[in-house]
T-cell receptor
Framework: DQQVKQNSPSLSVQEGRISILNCDYT??????FLWYKKYPAEGPTFLIS???IKDKNEDGRFTVFLNKSAKHLSLHIVPSQPGDSAVYFC??????????????WGLGTSLAVNP | NAGVTQTPKFRVLKTGQSMTLLCAQD?????MYWYRQDPGMGLRLIHY???????AKGEVPDGYNVSRLKKQNFLLGLESAAPSQTSVYFC????????????FGPGTRLTVT
């Protein structure tokens, strides 16, 4: 059962426009959420995160919004650039056994930004 | 800093052969992880370690063993490779605060024929 869901496998946007990537989760114990970006033949790289005590976090062109009541988060990229073309993974974290944290990953959304 | 490095980058094995994947990090991180990524499956945790000398099972541990003899190294072993283990393997590490921002290696693409 997928605890972190990215329902759109792919997204295509025009350069300069906004890209909105969505993520839903089911476990109310998740208290920290992250977005990672992955280029082909490379490992994922951390992009931006948000704690469950906030509803928005911004870093340059990237903003993550969290709606806890809906168990939904989204990543906004404004303006989108061709170099943003990559697979974006949503991940969620909760304290587990032994006071250790693990990340639960979504399946990813492939973003294509067209010039 | 090199960050997280993985050796080898590519490997082809025959069914039944064994191999060890090496992960090394130079960030003095306590936590290290091995993931596999398969099409349509996202990243799945195989094994992880919360410190030198410790290991624990993740979501899909069967067919794999790990060791963390040194803090900077995390080894993933396949004793008898199977075609179902064809995948891309990623190693990651993070600091003592736990699995917040994990730092990933470039991956090892393994094919088992």
């Amino acid at each position: 059962d997928q605890q972190v869901k990215q329902n759109s496998p792919s997204l295509s946007v025009q350069e300069g426009r906004i890209s909105i990537l969505n993520c839903d989760y089911t476990n109310s114990m998740f208290d920290y959420f992250l977005w990672y970006k992955k280029y082909p033949a490379e490992g994922p790289t951390f992009l931006i995160s948000i704690s469950s005590i906030k509803d928005k976090n911004e870093d340059g062109r990237f903003t993550v919004f969290l709606n806890k009541s809906a168990k939904h988060l989204s990543l906004h990229i404004v303006p989108s650039q061709p170099g943003d073309s990559a697979v974006y993974f949503c991940a969620a974290s909760a304290i587990g056994a032994g006071n250790n944290r693990k990340l639960i990953w979504g399946l990813g959304t492939s973003l294509a930004v067209n010039p | 800093n090199a960050g997280v490095t993985q050796t080898p980058k590519f490997r082809v094995l025959k069914t039944g052969q064994s191999m060890t994947l090496l992960c090394a990090q130079d960030m003095n991180h306590e936590y290290m992880y091995w993931y596999r990524q398969d099409p349509g499956m996202g990243l799945r945790l195989i094994h992880y370690s919360v410190g030198e000398g410790t290991t624990a099972k993740g979501e899909v541990p069967d067919g794999y063993n790990v060791s963390r003899l040194k803090k900077q190294n995390f080894l993933l072993g396949l004793e008898s490779a199977a075609p179902s283990q064809t995948s891309v393997y990623f190693c990651a590490s993070t600091d003592k605060q736990g699995a917040r921002e994990q730092y990933f290696g470039p991956g090892t693409r393994l094919t088992v024929t």
